[in-house]
């Protein structure tokens, strides 16, 4: 076994990994990039090496870099983690020919998987079934076109060099192939630096199942059973589950053996994931194989009682598998959910900012947090917005989904926003509750997922005031003479307590709410409503009786925003100042802003043209996926401030438009 690792990645695998380590008692060398000098990550390895810029591919990209910071520190091996060098032939070979570890596959097999294409016709002749297209090597447009047609639509087109859901576009009808076609190659070459692109029939209403495996150097290979990863949006993973629902005992076993047979085919050693597309009628077709440990790999470490980064350790110091395929057994049912920084409410783009208060469900034998990040960390436009994994493990599917609601409930993020209120709404869902899973139900629960447009109960505001004053009056507290009345803002005055006048703002709607407490009686007036409650705002936790039913609830304010964190999730209110906000700019709403730093990639139209409300005006690469941004209203394009290649900050202004009527 090695004494010491350096591993080649950040956030939440590289942490992940040193646990493992740290069990192990495997010193570990972290690397880090400028934006990451501070990082969770750097924190807990026993050593860190500084490797450049921010940017990735100034950093975390660097092969160079990173081998010479392993052969400084006197590492023996290297975890790529996911993403970034990971199924990077190149490097893995760079890692044998400088006589260190690579943890992984080798070379060959990456390569001979890295490609799509060449990928797809090993798994031919290795028998494992394929979904019909075009895999071949010419690349012309109007050729791939004419192949799309003869497939019949619809069709995806799929990045060769791709993964994690990048380089991906549906198209259904022929006009809009050549369009897709450029945008998938564009974010192709952006991503992997390889535009080679294939066809394949979209399979309708399709499940994505992956099938776990594992191989070593001394001839053994094995299946740890299947993950159902088919909610995704944009192709991206968004939940994640083992084993997968309705999974009869002989598809396990077919599809394993097919996993199987596909590892054998390269001669593969360490963790792998050979990803298919299954149908409604059981069918199922090779998808492509992940050489490298997946994001989701907790899910299967929870139903097997396995700890696959030790495995990945162990097969690459030269050992065999812990365990063979008859000792492999699935127990219970886990769940994994992506907590990111995105506001879904803004079409999922990534949130950048301080996480200024972090609170995450705690450790226990029903619930794993696998995050990357910690309170006063920050979240920045240079990689993956993830803030933590949220695994869940019980005895059965529906007790393992009463234990993601509930952890899903219990996080508390502010300084960014996040997904969380997001998917506790999706993993409620009829289709999700009730296993009715497929690649597009996100899509097809719309409704269901949608923001919730109530403004609230007349007791929510009340409590959202009572919070709000008493935080407010926490905060004016001077320490030097914390018992003066004239240092505090709590309405206290000589003869009587003065009414707070508050002005919130919930989910878009404002009220003006009074409140006047005595003696730990509150009266709250909420529009035309009359709140009587009774309690206070102790520390950061606020407890309220309101008739007969008694209200919890964590605090966090954040400038004049008051965070209420209970049962239901987070509940988020503005408090307005009227006169400061009356001398405030009002945004201009002649401009299209940049709604995240990011670089621009295409412009759309030309200037003077005359566009309808939605149509896509240029193209922002952030966080390493393009995001269209569309005219906020029916009017012309007057100009652009930017040009394709610019980099440009968080509420830049982009383009000059007049909307009509303006």
């Not at 490609?115 to 798994?123: E, G, I, N, R, V």
């Not at 999922?348 to 960390?377: K, M, Y």
């Not at 409620?428 to 899509?443: G, N, Q, Y």
């Not at 629960?445 to 505001?461: I, K, M, R």
Request: aromatic share 6%; net charge negative.
């Amino acid at each position: 076994m090695f004494t010491k690792i350096l591993i080649a990645n950040r956030g939440e695998i590289a942490c992940r990994v040193i646990a493992t380590c740290q069990r192990l008692g495997i010193a570990t060398v972290a690397v880090y990039s400028d934006a990451d000098r501070n990082a969770r990550h750097v924190r807990l390895a026993d050593e860190a090496i500084a490797i450049g810029p921010a940017p990735a591919r100034e950093s975390y990209l660097r092969a160079d870099a990173i081998l010479d910071a392993a052969r400084r520190t006197g590492a023996q091996a290297i975890h790529p983690g996911y993403g970034f060098l990971s199924e990077n032939a190149g490097f893995a070979q760079a890692c044998a020919e400088a006589d260190i570890v690579f943890i992984g596959p080798s070379a060959d097999a990456i390569r001979a998987m890295g490609d799509k294409s060449a990928a797809k016709a090993l798994m031919q002749q290795a028998g494992v079934p394929l979904t019909p297209g075009y895999h071949g090597d010419d690349q012309d447009p109007p050729f791939l076109r004419a192949q799309a047609d003869a497939i019949t639509y619809p069709v995806l087109i799929k990045a060769s060099a791709g993964g994690g859901g990048k380089g991906m576009r549906r198209v259904d009808d022929s006009a809009d192939f050549i369009e897709a076609l450029a945008s998938c190659q564009r974010e192709a070459q952006a991503a992997f630096g390889n535009a080679h692109v294939l066809v394949e029939k979209y399979v309708e209403r399709p499940r994505h199942i992956e099938i776990q495996v594992f191989g070593d150097s001394h001839g053994n290979v094995v299946y740890l059973f299947e993950r159902d990863c088919s909610v995704q949006r944009r192709h991206q993973k968004v939940l994640e589950e083992a084993p997968a629902p309705g999974m009869t005992a002989e598809r396990r076993a077919a599809m394993g053996k097919a996993a199987v047979d596909a590892a054998r085919a390269v001669n593969y050693v360490g963790a792998g994931t050979v990803e298919f597309i299954a149908a409604p009628n059981g069918d199922f077709f090779f998808m492509e194989m992940n050489t490298r440990l997946q994001v989701e790999h907790p899910v299967t470490e929870c139903i097997t009682g396995t700890d696959l980064v030790e495995w990945q350790l162990r097969v690459a110091s030269g050992e065999p598998l812990p365990l063979q395929q008859h000792q492999l057994q699935i127990r219970g049912h886990a769940l994994e959910a992506r907590l990111y920084a995105e506001d879904a409410d803004r079409g999922f783009l990534p949130s950048t900012g301080t996480l200024r208060h972090l609170r995450l469900p705690a450790n226990t034998a029903h619930v794993r947090v696998d995050a990357g990040v910690e309170q006063g960390d920050a979240i920045t436009p240079f990689y993956d917005p993830m803030i933590a994994k949220l695994i869940v493990w019980d005895v059965d599917r529906d007790a393992a989904l009463r234990r993601m609601q509930q952890a899903l409930a219990e996080c508390e993020v502010v300084g960014v926003t996040t997904n969380a209120a997001f998917l506790r709404r999706l993993v409620m869902t009829d289709s999700f509750a009730h296993a009715d899973l497929d690649t597009a139900l996100i899509e097809r629960e719309q409704a269901a997922l949608a923001p919730s447009a109530d403004s609230g109960s007349p007791t929510l505001w009340a409590l959202a005031a009572i919070a709000a004053v008493g935080s407010q009056a926490a905060a004016s507290v001077d320490a030097r003479d914390p018992h003066s009345p004239w240092q505090r803002q709590d309405g206290w005055r000589l003869g009587a307590r003065a009414p707070h006048a508050l002005s919130l703002e919930y989910r878009g709607t404002a009220q003006a709410v009074t409140a006047l407490e005595h003696d730990g009686t509150w009266s709250v007036t909420v529009g035309d409503a009359r709140v009587l409650a009774h309690g206070a705002l102790d520390g950061n936790m606020l407890r309220v009786q309101t008739g007969d039913a008694l209200h919890r609830a964590r605090v966090v304010r954040d400038g004049n925003e008051v965070y209420l964190f209970g049962t239901e999730g987070a509940q988020r209110f503005t408090l307005h100042d009227p006169v400061s906000e009356a001398d405030q700019a009002v945004a201009d709403a002649g401009s299209l802003l940049a709604p995240m730093p990011g670089r621009i990639v295409a412009t759309v139209v030309t200037p003077g043209t005359k566009v309808k409300r939605g149509a896509p005006l240029l193209v922002l690469e952030a966080m390493k996926m393009e995001h269209t941004l569309q005219a906020p209203a029916d009017g012309v394009v007057q100009g652009y401030r930017v040009k394709a290649g610019d980099q440009v900050g968080d509420g830049a202004v982009l383009v000059d438009f007049e909307a009509d009527g303006a």
